[in-house]
């Protein structure tokens, strides 16, 4: 191959263009967030409104960097409990098996909060492998005419439990305050990480 070659292959307008629009994937994980700590803050309020209530939330900004979507703010969560402080700092969108990850760390652990398909009940992952572009845009006529495939896909936070038998379970009230307890008090529950 030399130069000249090199040179067309750069000027050629015919390649297929990234139609994936970036902003609005950023914009929906950061909705994504704002959604999780809202539902944090209204588990949490009966204990945070009570008078001489030992527990306080309070955000703080922090910069992700992640691949196509560069620099971004977003909120990062902070929790006191009785002179204990657990946080809840995303870690971005661009997360294998999952559409973004949260993690929940105190003084006695870890808990993965993942953004996943609703349906799921544990990583999904499937790897295709063509011999040629061809046998690839067969496949994905194939998968166009196959109505299964278009079922639209709602994401939802979820617990991850530590590998090596990853486990989504669902969060709600009590798996929250459970993994908050967890992380505060020594606590161990099934799907912790120390």
Known sequence: MSLKDLEEFLNDKSGEKDTFDY???????????????????????????????????????????????????VDKMNIDIKGQRVVLEPLGTWIIGSRGRIDMVGTYGKILFTYVDERLTKPRITVSMFSSAA?????????????????????????????PNVQYIPLNEETFSTSLLSVITNGTVLWGSR
């Open 135 to 163: 046998k690839m845009a067969e496949q994905g006529i194939k998968d166009q005419q196959n109505p299964t495939v278009n079922i639209p896909v709602v994401y939802t936070w979820k617990i991850m439990t530590p590998a």
């Open 23 to 73: 902003e609005e994937d950023k914009q929906k994980w950061l909705h994504s967030v704002k959604d999780l700590y809202q539902n944090i803050t209204s588990w949490l309020k009966p204990l945070t409104d009570k008078p001489n209530s030992n527990i306080r939330i309070s955000f703080e900004k922090i910069i992700l960097n992640e691949e196509h979507l560069g620099d971004y703010e």
